[in-house]
């Protein structure tokens, strides 16, 4: 039961501030989703063994993905692109549902104060599954459905304003004075967490960035980072000491002789599926640090900082800091045996939408980005897109005979061959 303070209507809060369309949502106790664009975003309070509760969003990318290596080397792709990857949240499969989705568990705050920050956040997480969904990762990549999510049978045909929150990210990007601020704040509030969170185990070191040892021979560090897609940010990682300091250390006996993670796909998989299990939060993705070791890490964005003012957003990355290192932390300690990875794998409608979702060709990118597209259509939403050649011969390979006898289906490649930008009057409907 969540301790008292705790705002136990985080979710409702969240949709709310986001403006969904009531039409747009589903409720059931305890759990609240929506359809900004083509996929479901869920939001849940949980309860969990070490916090008053718990935070789990979940957005869904793709279904029907095998547990396999290929599948494993696409959640490390996701997970590693500058554009998807560590920006809070990760990408995991799900074995039990063939389910590929962008999972993040979060502390559920007291400060009313963070509601609008945590609402940035679920819309960030949304707009890069919705993007991914959009260039048609899952089936070009994977070779996977789209996770095509309908609502009372219904699809969208108009995009959620927060689609776009991309675009404004990356515009906030550009100046890295406010995101500075933000670090000197928390440069002066996280070492007085140290008691608090580990107890005496933590010590400063390196004045260039905010660095903390501990004694287990782990690290933490938060820096101003600049993101290749989405500008200036606060990149936090934890992980161990280099290999070479930490071998001495070990020597010396200053620091306990703890195994090494793995660096192969199948670990950094098993890692990110049982984050929830293993510390009960989980703010980041598991992938490989700058030196080739195994890190738990996030990216946050000048626009996320942005959403509230200097103190609050301190307050939140302290918070994320500590979270990331005690991730880290409970994944060498702790050992999961049976892991739920989703906790919404499944929407009513999904065998419907899977039809759909197959018979829409794949999207590459219009003209002039893509100088390869051989012709252009709008998908449902109205967005333009185009598809390259192979793509197009792709796509065709994977349609069933009653998909290639349903009338309009075959019908795209012709109507729209040649550089044609169709208006509302050639929107292909299925």
């Known amino acids: 039961m969540p301790e008292p303070g705790i705002i136990t209507d985080l979710s409702q809060r969240i949709v709310r501030i986001l403006d969904i369309e009531p039409e747009w949502t589903v409720q059931v106790p305890g759990v609240i989703g929506f359809v900004a664009g083509e996929i479901s975003v869920l939001l849940t309070v949980r309860g969990a063994e070490d916090w008053p509760a718990v935070l789990r969003i979940e957005a869904r990318l793709a279904r ?6 290929e599948t494993w080397e696409f959640c490390h792709y996701l997970n590693s692109a500058p554009e998807f990857g560590s920006l809070g949240g990760r990408w995991v499969h799900d074995p039990a549902s063939g389910v590929v989705a962008l999972v993040v568990d979060l502390p559920v705050p007291e400060e009313p104060g963070l509601v609008g920050l945590y609402a940035e956040f679920v819309a960030l997480l949304a707009c890069r599954a919705e993007i991914a969904a959009c260039n048609s990762i899952p089936q070009q990549k994977l070779g996977a459905g789209k996770a095509l999510t309908l609502v009372a049978g219904r699809r969208r045909t108009i995009a959620h304003p927060l689609l776009d929150r991309l675009t404004e990210t990356r515009r ?9 601020a933000v670090v000197d704040l928390v440069r002066q509030s996280l070492p007085k967490g140290h008691v608090t969170w580990f107890g005496q185990g933590w010590y400063s070191a390196r004045e260039d960035r905010l660095e903390l040892w501990s004694g287990s021979g782990t690290v933490m ?4 980072a600049e993101n290749p897609r989405l500008g200036w940010g606060i ?6 000491l280099l290999a070479s300091e930490r071998r001495d250390m070990i020597a010396g006996g200053v620091v306990p002789d703890i195994p090494d993670f793995a660096t192969d796909i199948r670990t950094l998989a098993t890692l990110n599926r049982e984050a929830a299990a293993r510390g ?3 703010p980041g993705c598991w992938t490989l640090g700058g030196g080739d070791n195994t890190v738990h ?3 946050i964005p000048a626009a996320l900082l942005a959403a509230t003012p200097p103190d609050i957003a301190a307050l939140f990355v302290d918070r994320l800091a500590w979270l990331t290192a005690e991730q880290f932390h409970a994944a060498f300690r702790y050992r999961a045996e049976t892991v739920r990875v989703l906790l919404g794998p499944g929407w009513p409608g999904d065998e419907e939408a899977d039809v759909i979702a197959r018979r829409e060709p794949y ?13 252009h259509f709008e998908d449902a939403l109205g967005r333009v897109c185009g598809i390259n050649a192979d793509s197009l011969a792709l796509w065709e390979s994977r349609l069933t005979d009653e998909d290639r006898a349903t009338p309009g ?9 040649g550089y044609i930008v169709g208006g509302a009057s050639h929107r292909r409907r299925t």
């Open 221 to 224: 560090a938060l820096d101003v």
């Open 297 to 299: 890490r996030l990216f």
């Open 363 to 375: 999207n590459d990118g219009a003209q002039p980005r893509n100088p390869h597209a051989i012709c």
């Open 409 to 417: 289906v075959l019908d795209f490649p012709r109507i729209t061959s």
């Open 64 to 69: 029907h993905a095998p547990d396999e290596p």
């Open 280 to 282: 009960g939060v989980a």
């Open 172 to 180: 906030r990007g550009g100046d890295p004075a406010p995101v500075r």
């Open 235 to 240: 990149m936090i990682g934890a992980g161990f």
